[in-house]
Every structure is written in C-alpha cells, then in structure tokens.
C-alpha cells in the first residue's frame, strides 16, 4: 500500500499553514500571512501548493485541520474548509488539537508544555510527552491562564521543554522561574500544518478517523461574544 497523502490546515494561529505529505514525507509547505485574513488566503493557500507539488485535490487521502484551541475565527475558517472538501471528495478526516501539534514541535520529552497566545495577555497551555516524533500523550486538561500562573501550574517540573509562540513571548518569564531546573525553550516553528499532517499519519495508521462533520473546534475558553453576554 502506498504512503497516504495528507493534506493538512492549520489556522489556529494568525499566519498560519498548509502542508502536503506523503506519509511521513513532507512534500511542501506554505506559511500564511499574520496580517491578512485566512478567509482571503486559504483557498488560495491550498491551491498553489498543490500546484506546487503537482498534487491534485482528488489524489488527497486523508484531510487534517488543527482544531484548537487558537484564533476563533481561524478556527471556524479551517474546519469548514477541511469539512467541505472532505465531504465533497468523501475523504476522511482527522481533527488535531492545536497544543499537541505546539507540543510535537518541540521535539521529543518526556515532559513539555505547550503554550499559545490566548488574547488578553492569556495563554493556552497543556502539559504533555512526546514520545516519539509522531506520538504525542495529554498528561493534564489544556486551559487558558495568564502568564504569571505557569508556575503554580508546572513549577515542580525539574525537566521541561517549553514550546511555541506563546513560550517564546514569555521567555523572560520562563527564564526566570528556571534556576535550578533542566527547562529548555523550543525555537519556534511557523509551520504547524506539518506537524499536524505528523498526528493525522498516526491517526491514519490507526484507522482513527472522523466523519468530516463531527469535526468540532475545541475553544478551552468562551468567545469574547459569550463573555460579554
């Protein structure tokens, strides 16, 4: 059987990615722009890469969307364009979280924090082991806090890697909790789409799919619309 080919979405994040793979392979890549919307560049997005990789819609196996949490908007943006094409091909998907996708590119530990931007000066974070670079185990619930909480949340930790945007915004922070103990930063990736296509390979290998629309968005906190309501 040959490798699938996956194409995978990320639009949690404000730039953003597109990525084709061919199993473990990826065959290319596409960041977005932070200062424009992913509904004027996604479709656009996916179809240059797929140019680019002369790849064709209907060759694709398996559709992967980083679910959240992250940019509401983004999210939304993501997941409907993942559900439609997977629907219109009747392909299957794989919905990703977006903190296990943070925490993959981080690289393999036993221990790693991911962490997002969250707006409001908050954060999105979750504690988990990578144990391998496509294997990626939740050991606590993702929440959104501010950044001066981390410590009474993984302050015990000796050995942690901290990882994505939102630990390279509160390096300072971090650095200066870390006296003492084994705690690294992970330089920052701006192309999570390829690690989201690294978990949809494992879902695939596993037969772990979803009907294109039971995909859902995980928001670990309301919208700023249910907050003010």
């Not at 990578?130 to 606590?140: E, F, H, N, Q, S």
């Not at 915004?169 to 390829?194: C, F, H, M, Y």
């Amino acid at each position: 059987m040959s490798p699938p080919l996956i194409l995978s979405i990320e639009t949690a994040t404000l730039s953003g990615s597109v990525a084709v793979s061919r199993g473990d392979e990826i065959v290319g890549v596409i960041n977005g722009d932070a200062s424009i919307s992913h509904s004027n560049t996604l479709l656009a997005d996916v179809d240059k890469l797929l140019a680019q990789t002369q790849i064709s819609l209907s060759q694709i196996d398996l559709f992967a969307v980083a679910t959240g949490p992250g940019s509401f908007t983004g999210l939304r943006i993501g997941i409907a364009t993942i559900k439609a094409l997977a629907a219109t091909l009747d392909r299957p998907t794989a919905g990703i979280p977006t903190l296990e996708a943070v925490a993959l590119s981080g690289g393999v530990s036993a221990e790693s924090v991911a962490l997002l931007p969250a707006g409001r000066g908050e954060v999105f974070t979750q504690l988990f082991s990578v144990m391998r670079p496509d294997l990626v185990d939740a050991l606590d619930e993702a929440a959104h806090i501010p950044p001066a909480r981390l410590f009474e949340r993984y302050g015990e930790l000796e050995t942690v890697t901290w990882c994505g945007e939102g630990a390279i915004v509160n390096r300072g922070l971090i650095e200066s909790w870390a006296a003492g103990r084994d705690w690294k930063i992970a330089p920052q990736t701006n192309a999570l789409a390829a690690q989201v296509a690294s978990l949809a390979l494992t879902r695939f290998k596993r037969n772990e799919f979803e009907n294109p629309f039971a995909l859902r968005a995980i928001y670990v906190r309301p919208a700023d619309a249910q907050l003010k309501a």
